[in-house]
Structure formats: C-alpha cells, structure tokens
Nanobody, 127 residues
Framework: QVQLVESGGGLVQAGGSLRLSCVAS????????MGWFRQAPGKEREFVAR????????NYADSVKGRFTISRDSARNAVYLHMNSLKPEDTAVYYC????????????????????WGQGTQVTVSS
C-alpha cells in the first residue's frame, strides 16, 4: 500500500516559480515510476511529467518542457516538481501518482497507468 501526500502549491505571479513535493509511504515506493498530473477547472486531468527509479530520461508534456523539472529523492521517499516561468494556463490542481504495476512503461502519459494518487495541491498563477 502506498500513500501519497502533496504540498507546495500556492498563488504565484506569472513568471514565478514553485516547487511541489510528494512524500510517499510504503517500502516499495523507490521502485515505482512516479508521475505528476494536473487538472484545471472544467478540463480533464492531463499528464505533466514522469520519472523512473533509475536510468532513462524523464518524460514531460510539451506544454511544460523546458520550464518544469521532475526529480526524486528516494532517501526521503519524495518526488518533486520544480516549476519555473509559470503561466496563467498552468493554474490547476496538481496530483502526484505512483505506478506499482509497471503500466506506465507502455503508456507513461495515461492517468489509468497509475494506481496510487495523492489528494492534490492547488497551483494558481496570476497574470
């Protein structure tokens, strides 16, 4: 069983930065691919970024590539999303997700590939 708790959201002006954190409980966490998704009001949940335990490059949505960076600290059971040059269109609830079954290997951007989810943290970017 894995529990995920996000933090770090808030209100920021366009061009600003935030760092989201996701702390996980569960012994196998360090072996799971981890993802960040977001959902804006009235829109479907969309993929933001994904990272695996070792090897390979992280995956990013085109809309955040070059601005966001995903990282993980297995010693702290944590995954981070560093967000720079924020835009009003980045406003959403951001969710951390864990893939315990390996489904994201073939479908890294699909939310159904992830079976554990946090409660979400709100990010609001003002213009």
């Amino acid at each position: 069983q894995v529990q995920l708790v996000e933090s770090g959201g808030g209100l920021v002006q366009a061009g600003g930065s935030l760092r989201l954190s996701c702390v996980a409980s569960g012994r196998a966490f360090s072996t799971y691919p981890m993802g960040w998704f977001r959902q804006a009001p009235g829109k479907e949940r969309e993929f933001v970024a994904r990272i695996i335990w070792s090897g390979g490059s992280p995956n990013y949505a085109d809309s955040v590539k070059g601005r966001f960076t995903i990282s993980r600290d297995s010693a702290r059971n944590a995954v981070y999303l560093h967000m720079n040059s924020l835009k009003p269109e980045d406003t959403a609830v951001y969710y951390c997700a864990a893939d315990s079954k390996g489904h994201s290997i073939l479908a890294p951007t699909t939310s159904s590939s992830y079976d554990y989810w946090g409660q979400g943290t709100q990010v609001t970017v003002s213009s």
